[in-house]
């Protein structure tokens, strides 16, 4: 399979790497938002946050985690941004699951989606279309 990360687990693409374990490596994005931006992946291919096991995620998030303090901490920067990008119309560039980690400073930049407004009809038939998604994986969640 053609992919850029898995190139760069396997070492066959170079990456600025400032993290790695057996599982997990994490490397510099080549077009950052800000100095630091850094990209979190799992060794093994997933195409997406759907896809990933949810053990590997949760791993794979507490790692995230002790990066984004690293990074911040290395930056001195205000505070981050963890972001993934899932799908085309999200943004997604590469489709091997990642999180993005993305030094923020004070007025750097601004960066909030636009925002739409429901009318009152409109708030409950939309939590009702996810409450019955929802309910079809109850079992899975509690369980
Ligand atoms: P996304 O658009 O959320 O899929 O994120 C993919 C990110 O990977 C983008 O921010 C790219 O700049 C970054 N990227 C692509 N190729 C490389 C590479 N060879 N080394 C480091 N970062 C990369
Ligand atoms: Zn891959």
Redesign the pocket.
Known sequence: MDC?FCD?ASKT?E?EIVFENDKYIA?????PINYGHT?VIPKTHYDNFLTIPSEELAELTKITQYLAGAVKRALKADGFNI?S?NGLSA????FHF?Y?IIPRYENDFFMKPRTLEYNDMEIPSYAEKIKEAVSKYEGLLNG
């Open positions: 850029i760069i693409a990456a490397f510099l994005d080549i077009n990209v972001v990008n943004g997604q560039s590469v990642h993005h």
